[in-house]
């Protein structure tokens, strides 16, 4: 049974400057304002100690929930009437420090939000320290420290002088000129993406197999002639990091196959499982890294070495700089993340974004993590649109907006899930951020939605649904899946995500010297392209043909081939680094109005004649506008690839004086490695009647 949330606004994804009723329940993420309501019976404190805690347990009139450990929140529960009064209690208690009420958002009422007491502020780059400074002393807040990787961005903490939490401060910061981007930190439950319900299968069909029931032809990635190559090495570190995983299991036995554990859940180095229904984890790592060594099972990648990492079960700002911090200090190859927010809509924060860019920028010595995240299993679009229907107590309904966050971060590989018949799984997420498909069992949606406390199923499917479970390692003895040492009904995309893992480390074996991103193009380039030409059966759409570009909705770029991915690694001879970077910059300064309520914009041009590749890259954007919450900018390349650099969500500023470059926008990455030669575009969009404004200049700065 879950919490009644208060009520809500009536919009959703905003623009602009935030009403003052609204400023306390709109939150500011990703650059959209996203609509919440209080949770009616809950609220956070945090302790000024371990022991202090304990009292409030016993001092307060609240029933307690939980622990929220390295937020250092205690969750309580309590009757809606007393709620207000209780906080109030808590609040002038000497044992806490901050007191904060449970959200919900709008479009996914069912996922809790907790808010610590620390928020994000991107300045604009002509903010001097004093000016910060005085922001930082009118809302109450002390510097923790700068955000790496992006210009005049800080962490701020609430101090005694704070009269308001959070979002509250965000949302006022937000209608300042020197402000980019406020953010406050929340705190919502991490989600693994399958738990496995379907009957007894075949072990380790998805590797190598010859044929038999329920096996397509060619449905597996071909192993087997990978290993003649390569079948991994030690210098190669998978990092699977998820709930636990059972390090005493005869699978991850070996010299130098475990490096660097972490237990981020207890602080520790030893992330061992605490409870039967901790087993995702060991099932994710036996499919991406179990040792060959005669007993068992063995990985896609079965030589190369296994960084166990246990989180925190939670995703807020600093658990995943944490966690993709950790991976780059102990020198991980690849990041597996079988796992996503446990929400409908939830775009990365600046720091989260900034977490993911680095790990793929600087790991493995500058060469970049190899970042992979499984889908999703709700059957929905990783950042889309569906119209829904039929969900229990019309949980969701109408035009519903979905997005994944993480699946979309442009360093990531995105993989969705295809059966043991070569066709779409039918409960895994699809769109055009997938990067490829990987084998996994079939089962209708609805697991998505499962957590601890509660299970809020999507509409279910009532046609048979044909596919074969994958097997994996499971906890030691009775505990786990299933009894016994394996599980033979894993599945989802959180398998698919593990198998993708795995054969980018057999690619790193065979060719160390490549980037994360030559990895990820080498997957995508060498993938089987699967087709699947029938209908899904609960949404009725057909996605699973291929574009002009190769790439199709369900399967992204193809199913993974272990084979031809490391066989083009083997072949492909680095590229030799030049010894400097040469700037090629033009700027257009006719000054143009941008049209009023009309999607076709104003388009202004600047040629570069040099045909070097785009080693770095700059827009800097000087626009006035009445309400700049209309305007959308994009930048357009000579080959015709298409980033957006702004949406809509500057609210009522007037100025946009801006430089983009990849540290602060990462979609700009897509032009790097390309000719800068040709005429580059940058296109300004007015979507809303009334308020005008005028592109007055833009200049384009190219590193070759």
Request: hydrophobic residues 35%; negative net charge.
């Amino acid at each position: 049974m879950t919490s009644r949330p208060e009520s809500l606004p009536e919009d959703s994804h905003s623009t602009g400057s935030v009403p003052e009723r609204s400023v306390g329940v709109l939150l500011q993420r990703g650059g959209e304002e996203l609509a919440m309501a209080k949770v009616s019976d809950r609220f956070t404190v945090r302790p000024t100690s371990e022991a202090a805690g304990e009292a409030l347990v016993q001092a307060l009139s609240a029933e307690y929930e939980q622990t929220i450990p390295h937020a250092h929140l205690e969750e309580f529960k309590v009757a809606p009437k007393q709620r207000d009064q209780v906080m109030q209690a808590a609040r002038e208690s000497d044992s806490s420090v901050f007191v904060s009420h449970v959200y919900q958002l709008r479009n996914n009422p069912e996922t809790l939000i907790y808010l610590t007491d620390q928020l994000t502020i991107q300045f604009t780059e002509e903010t001097e320290e004093e000016a910060i400074a005085s922001v930082a002393a009118e809302f109450g807040l002390q510097t923790v420290k700068p955000v790496d990787g992006i210009p005049n961005t800080f962490v701020f903490q609430l101090t005694p002088n704070a009269t308001e939490n959070p979002v509250k401060i965000a949302n006022r910061l937000m209608g300042r000129p020197e402000i980019l981007i406020a953010e406050p930190e929340i705190v919502i439950p991490k989600e693994a993406h399958y738990r496995p319900k379907d009957p007894y299968y075949p072990k380790q069909w998805y590797l190598n197999h010859s044929g038999g029931s329920m096996l397509a032809a060619n449905s597996h990635i071909h192993a087997e002639k990978a290993w003649d190559i390569t079948r991994g090495n030690r210098s190669i570190v998978v990092a699977v990091a998820d709930d636990a995983i059972d390090l005493n299991h005869s699978d991850f036995q070996g010299t130098g196959k475990i490096v660097a554990p972490k237990d981020f859940k207890d602080n520790d180095f030893l992330p061992l499982p605490e409870i039967s229904e901790e087993s995702h984890g060991t099932a994710c790592a036996g499919i991406a890294v179990a040792e060959e060594n005669g007993v068992g099972i063995a990985g896609v990648a079965p030589g190369c070495a296994l960084m166990p990492i246990r989180t925190t079960g939670f995703l807020d700002d600093d658990t995943i700089e944490q966690l993709f911090d950790y991976c780059i200090a102990q020198n991980a190859s690849v990041i597996s993340c079988s796992w996503g927010p446990a929400a409908v809509y939830f775009p990365l924060s600046l720091r989260q974004r900034a977490a993911l860019t680095r790990a793929a920028t600087k790991g493995r010595q500058g060469k970049g993590c190899v970042i992979v995240f499984a889908a999703g299993n709700a059957n929905r679009p990783v950042s889309g649109t569906v119209y829904e229907r039929s969900w229990p107590n019309d949980l969701l309904k109408g035009p519903t907006n979905w997005l994944g966050g993480f699946t979309i971060h442009p360093d990531v590989i995105t993989v969705s899930a295809c059966t043991s018949l070569s066709k779409k799984s039918a409960y895994s997420n699809w769109g055009t951020n997938v990067s490829v498909c990987a084998p996994s069992n079939n089962a209708p949606p609805g697991m998505w939605f499962e957590r601890t406390g509660y299970i809020s199923t999507a509409p279910e499917l009532t046609v048979p649904l044909p596919g074969l479970g994958m097997f994996s390692a499971d906890l030691v003895g009775a505990l786990g899946y299933e009894s016994g040492d394996y599980v033979s009904t894993f599945g989802g995309t959180s398998s698919a995500c593990p198998v993708v893992a795995g054969v980018a480390a057999l690619v790193l074996s065979a060719n160390p010297d490549l980037t994360a991103q030559e990895v990820k193009r080498i997957l995508q380039e060498t993938a089987d392209k699967i087709v699947d030409r029938d209908a899904d059966p609960q949404l009725g759409m057909r996605l699973g043909t291929y574009d002009t570009n190769g790439h199709s909705q369900w399967f992204g770029y193809g199913k993974v081939n272990a084979f031809n991915a490391v066989q083009a690694a083997q072949q492909k001879t680095p590229q030799t680094p030049q010894s400097g970077i040469r700037r090629v910059s033009g700027r257009n300064d006719n000054r143009v109005a941008i049209p009023d309520d009309n999607p076709q914009g104003v388009t202004s041009t600047i040629q570069i004649n040099d045909s070097a590749a785009v080693r770095e890259i700059q827009v800097t954007v000087d626009i006035q506008h009445d309400f700049l919450g209309d305007i959308e900018v994009t930048l357009k390349a000579p080959n015709g690839q298409v980033v957006l650099l702004q949406n809509r969500t500057l609210g009522s500023l007037t100025q946009l004086q801006k430089t983009y470059s990849v540290e602060t926008t990462p979609a700009l990455k897509q032009f790097l490695n390309k000719s800068a030669a040709g005429v580059w575009q940058l296109q300004a969009i007015d979507y809303a009647p009334m308020d005008t404004g005028i592109l007055k200049s833009w200049e384009l700065t190219v590193g070759v």
